[in-house]
């Protein structure tokens, strides 16, 4: 038997165990989602077309909020959106369950950071997204599960003074354009990943990594480059 007749049989098993329930009930969940997009379309966020948000989730400030079409924000995240330049998602981003997203902004300031996700990109579920100092995440990157990134640290120098009173400093995050970042990985300030590189699940990224690079261990070194077909 073939891999590809083996494939079709476990395909065939699989749809012929979905039932009209099941597609009925998906349908019905579509809709709720696209209603609490209404929903926050209402309470101010600009969107594009058929924007979703999942059940349990919370927009802080949608008024800050600027999606495009096909947006979805799944079940029980949390985006508190308050800042000057806000959160902006492109098209065809979808965002997976439970999502923590923080601009920094509060009542006494709007805050300087930011999050713009480009068009096509997929963030796992369980992120989170410390955006005090800005996160830029290009077009078509793929993010796993349980990912961090934190765009700002706490100054400690003065060990005199309680860390808490010593104040922030950030410089931004920046993910190019298709990169892959695998589960588990934590990316701290200051880092620019770039165009096409893989971070390997479970690292530690604290420098700035070349385009194209595989990138692996805590702290993550690259190990190698990826390949065009031809080389
Ligand atoms: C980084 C990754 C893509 C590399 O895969 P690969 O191209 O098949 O590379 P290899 O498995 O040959 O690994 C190359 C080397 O890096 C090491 N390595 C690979 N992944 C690693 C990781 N996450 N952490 C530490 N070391 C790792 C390997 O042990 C190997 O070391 P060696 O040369 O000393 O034996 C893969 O290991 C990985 O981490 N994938 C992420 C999976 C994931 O998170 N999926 C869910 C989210 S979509």
Redesign the pocket.
């Known amino acids: 038997m073939q891999k590809s007749d083996h494939l079709q049989i476990i395909n065939g098993l699989i749809l012929s165990s979905v039932t009209w329930k099941d597609r009925w009930y998906n349908r019905i969940s579509r809709r709720q989602q696209l209603l609490r997009g209404q929903i926050v379309r209402w309470r101010g966020a600009q969107s594009g077309l058929r924007f979703g948000v999942g059940a349990g989730t919370q927009i802080l400030y949608p008024g800050c909020l600027n999606v495009g079409d096909d947006v979805t924000i799944l079940d029980y995240s949390y985006l508190h959106c308050l800042s000057n330049k806000g959160v902006n998602i492109g098209n065809n981003t979808s965002i997976d369950r439970n999502l923590w997203l923080h601009c920094g902004g509060n009542w006494q300031a709007n805050g300087y950071g930011f999050i713009d996700i480009g068009e096509n990109s997929f963030i796992?579920c369980n992120g989170v997204l410390g955006a005090g100092g800005g996160i830029h995440i290009g077009n078509n990157v793929?993010?796993?599960?349980n990912v961090n990134l934190h765009s700002e640290n706490h100054v400690y120098s003065d060990k005199d003074r309680l860390i808490r009173e010593q104040g922030i400093r950030y410089e931004g995050i920046i993910i190019e354009d298709d990169v892959?970042?695998?589960?588990?990985?934590t990316i701290v300030d200051g880092v620019k990943v770039g165009q096409g590189a893989?971070?390997?699940?479970?690292?530690v990224v604290t420098k700035s990594i070349p385009p194209y690079a595989?990138a692996?261990?805590v702290p993550a070194k690259v190990?190698?480059y990826r390949a065009s077909k031809g080389d």
Do not use: E, M
């Open positions: 796992g793929l993010i796993g599960q892959w970042i695998g589960s588990k990985v893989v971070i390997g699940a479970g690292s595989v692996v261990g190990v190698r």
